[in-house]
């Protein structure tokens, strides 16, 4: 499976709402797809898994969607702190394949 | 739950390394784990799976043959034995709960 993200890099500012996109190249099972963030100089965390799941303390303004080949992850509101990287994941079988990244970046 | 990885450094190509992961937190034998490797300014790979039992190990292709992922279950403790190292191993490297926790990386360097 191979995971594609879009866009490579998005440029918006706090307060806006971002989108972010990751489509397999098969029709995969949304339950073992996963999003993670990772901020600069420091280790990724989980965000989804589920395609839709929040994992354990993240806020509401994060969410997932999608089925199929194409799956989402909006933040409702950009906070200063949500610019990072955010990978997709696929998890169910090995290789346990992550796209290649969405670098979101303060406009 | 903390994940604490440690081992790495610089190693000339063709040598060995191994790394460590020390779980605390939580009940190790519960759970599968992972390593995941980051090359600088590149995207996340994953690397090694072993089962909770460490009964079963799944790797890379681009590994495979080269590295061993192990646990010790009475230590709470797991390995990654890199053997003939590349320059392309080159990477911090993770070890992950699943994929649910993370620890912080421990730097691998191959280069003479």
């Known amino acids: 499976i191979v995971l594609t993200q879009s866009p490579g890099t998005l440029s918006l500012s706090p307060g806006e709402r971002a989108t972010l996109s990751c489509r397999a190249s098969?029709?995969?099972?949304?339950?073992?797809l996963a999003w993670h963030q990772q901020r600069p100089g420091q280790a990724p965390r989980l965000l989804i898994y589920?395609?839709?799941i929040r994992a354990t303390g993240i806020p509401d303004r994060f969410s997932g969607s999608g089925s199929g080949t194409d799956f989402t992850l909006t933040i409702s509101r950009l906070e200063p702190e949500d610019f990072a990287v955010y990978y997709c994941?696929?998890?169910?079988?090995?290789?346990?394949?992550f796209g290649q990244g969405t670098k979101l970046e303060i406009k | 739950v903390h994940l604490v990885e440690s081992g790495g450094g610089l190693v000339q190509p063709g040598g060995s390394l191994r790394l460590s992961c020390a779980a605390s937190?939580?009940?190790?034998?519960?759970?599968?784990m992972n390593w995941v490797r980051q090359s600088p300014g590149k995207g996340l790979e994953w690397v090694s799976y072993?089962?909770?039992?460490?009964?079963?190990?799944y790797y890379a292709d681009s590994v495979k043959g080269r590295f061993t992922i192990s646990r010790d279950n009475a230590k709470n403790l797991l390995y990654l034995q890199m053997n003939s190292l590349r320059a392309e191993d080159t990477a911090v490297y993770y070890c992950?709960?699943?994929?649910?926790?993370w620890g912080q990386g421990t730097l691998v360097t191959v280069s003479s």
């Open positions: 992950a709960r699943r994929f649910d926790r």
């Open positions: 937190g939580y009940t190790f034998t519960s759970h599968e």
């Open positions: 072993i089962s909770d039992s460490g009964s079963t190990m």
């Open positions: 098969q029709s995969i099972s949304a339950g073992y």
């Open positions: 589920g395609a839709s």
């Open positions: 994941q696929y998890y169910r079988s090995s290789p346990y394949s």
